[in-house]
């Protein structure tokens, strides 16, 4: 027995696993849940649409392409995915950290387009949460640094005399 949790789950597909194959019910490739393993091979697989029981058919995109099984296929989605994810995330939150630091205990200004804000300056958004200014762009932008995303907010709308 193999061991998912330790091993590489992506190098071999196993019961309970999702893959791609083609339905007769469906009559056109679905997702499978694999259901039944022979030797190393996907044997029987049931159809997630329209919960059909049978033997697992490669799918016809697979075939052509030759690409690798459709678990590698898979854990190269999902790894590609999760670095991109990672690298965001992680630019976004070290950004934040570093200003959040800079901006020191100061109160945050509640967002408002209305208003002028200036580099470093704190607001707090209703949406993003607490962000920070990185830039000013123009007259009427400015970039937030927020803990999960970067936005580009508008500001100045009003013109005070
Ligand atoms: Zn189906």
Redesign the pocket.
Known sequence: MVDRLKGHPWKSTSVGDETDSN?P??KEE?IHRVVAMMAEEVHLVI?T??G?QHKYRPSLAAMRKKVPLPSERQARLLKKIASSQASKDGESLEDWRKLKEFAGEGQPLPYDQNVSYHENQAIQHPTFGLGFVRTVIDASKVEVVFEREVKILAMNRLKSD
């Open positions: 339905c019910r469906c679905t159809c649409r329209c059909s």
